[in-house]
């Protein structure tokens, strides 16, 4: 059955529908000592349907595009709706315009098992290279995934997209003087990087290296220059607070927040679902809203928040292109693309080179923990100490305690060098600088 028909029964039912097709496709290869230890390929599709009966929301999914089996599924979808509440928030994307971006390199497609296999095994090479105290590889892996995404619905919207990445991952032990430490470096590019191998298997050893023979520290309040990926961490913990699902339902500590100054005057927060070669970009969201860049903090102040079509409907506002289904199996909810802090004017060497006594933190463990209603927080972290301007001994066990606000607030400098890490989303930052941060050990 082709999408056109499903959308003809819907209308002869009296049923609002949308149709959300995904093709998926993804290659890891797990390399060990120097060999293979796997080699996974795999392939899903499926296809959900949302639709809207008297105000009432209904869906159901399916992997099988029989015409019998579609049919079912749109049955399903209208008897679930049954059971749900009246909700005039409930709406479809509009047919509109929307401008394609570059969102697939066929380049990927040229790389052969052969190459993906020399990418991963290089990896693993360039990691014990770095430092002759890496003893071992816990994990080297390469990866990749395809897509292709279509969206279907009863206002004429009938949209698709594919999008393509690939990636290293690297975990390594390094040891010295019954010291040991791990380290990891994890890479996705939309682009070919002819030394990614490298970035990734040397980044792995040098954090782990780094922290060998680590110390403690004692109580007290001094300056913390975050590493972009702790940055980008802190970023990840933040997400569902810019959400106007979690403000609406009292989640967010940024809820009644709005236009109030909630950081430093530096600091500028933004979600760009458009961003050139972000991995998370694309022309339209999973419900067919087009992408945008959406300006969350402005010079510290709150000025926005990330919606979907049904919290934007609540807010009497213009959804941001933020509804986004973790799989075909999930309704869309709030969630960001990529999302990261704005860089700054100062070279992330002067940061350190201008702070007499601070730590360089590198790691940072716990920020689930970070109470989102309150935005108090303790976290684990390590780090290397910073003394007149140069980086000294390396400490860890250290506990960070303080609340999320004052935290934006203390933000003194942000760097140039803004980089994005692959977590649940695609997060960014540069080096931050933060004022009198209470540390303890």
């Not at 082709?2 to 890891?28: C, F, H, P, R």
């Not at 049955?75 to 394609?100: C, F, G, H, Q, T």
């Not at 760009?272 to 010079?299: A, C, H, Y």
Request: proline share 3%; net charge negative.
């Amino acid at each position: 059955m082709n999408m056109q028909n499903l959308l003809n029964l819907a209308k002869s039912k009296d049923v609002e529908i949308e149709i959300y097709k995904t093709t998926t496709s993804a290659t890891s290869i797990d390399v060990l000592d120097n060999k293979v230890e796997s080699i996974d390929s795999s392939q899903e599709h499926g296809l959900s349907i949302k639709v809207i009966k008297n105000h009432q929301l209904g869906f159901a999914y399916t992997t099988d595009f029989e015409e019998e089996i579609l049919e079912e599924t749109l049955e399903k979808a209208v008897l679930n709706s049954r059971y749900n509440s009246i909700d005039d928030n409930w709406e479809l994307a509009a047919s509109k315009e929307i401008l394609p971006i570059i969102t697939y390199n066929r380049e990927l497609d040229a790389l052969s098992i052969e190459d993906k296999i020399a990418l991963a095994l290089k990896t693993e090479e360039f990691a014990y290279k770095t430092d002759k105290r890496i003893k071992k590889t816990e994990k080297v892996s390469y990866m990749d995934f395809q897509a292709k995404i279509e969206i279907f619905n009863s206002n004429g919207v009938n949209l698709s997209y594919n999008t393509n990445s690939y990636g290293l991952m690297c975990d390594v032990i390094a040891e010295e003087k019954g010291s040991r430490e791990s380290g990891s470096s994890i890479k996705f590019l939309k682009n070919l990087d002819a030394n990614l191998s490298e970035k990734t298997g040397t980044e792995a050893a040098k954090k782990a290296c780094e922290l060998l023979c680590a110390e403690g520290i004692g109580p007290q309040k001094l300056p913390l220059i975050l590493d972009p990926m702790v940055g980008a961490q802190i970023v990840g913990a933040m997400a569902a607070l810019f959400s106007a699902d979690s403000k609406q339902k009292g989640k967010s500590l940024l809820a009644g927040k709005l236009n109030q100054t909630i950081g430093s005057k530096i600091l500028s927060i933004i979600d760009n679902g458009r961003l050139q070669n972000g991995l998370m970009s694309s022309p339209f969201d999973d419900e067919g809203i087009k992408t945008q860049e959406t300006i969350l903090v402005e010079n510290g102040q709150l000025i926005n928040f990330l919606c979907n079509i049904y919290t934007a409907k609540k807010e009497k506002k213009e959804s941001t292109g933020n509804g986004r289904s973790a799989s075909y199996k999930f309704l869309p909810d709030v969630a960001p693309s990529n999302l990261y802090i704005k860089e700054g004017k100062k070279d992330p060497k002067d940061i350190i080179s201008n702070t007499k006594k601070g730590i360089y933190i590198t790691r940072v463990m716990g920020m689930h923990t970070i109470n989102p209603v309150s935005g108090d927080f303790s976290i684990g972290a390590a780090g290397i100490v910073i003394e007149n301007g140069e980086k000294t001994y390396p400490v860890r066990g250290i506990t960070i305690a303080g609340n999320l606000i004052e935290l934006l607030e203390s933000i003194e400098e942000i760097g140039t060098d803004l980089t994005f890490f692959p977590f649940s989303a695609n997060f960014g930052s540069p080096t931050l600088l933060i004022n009198n941060i209470s540390v303890s050990g």
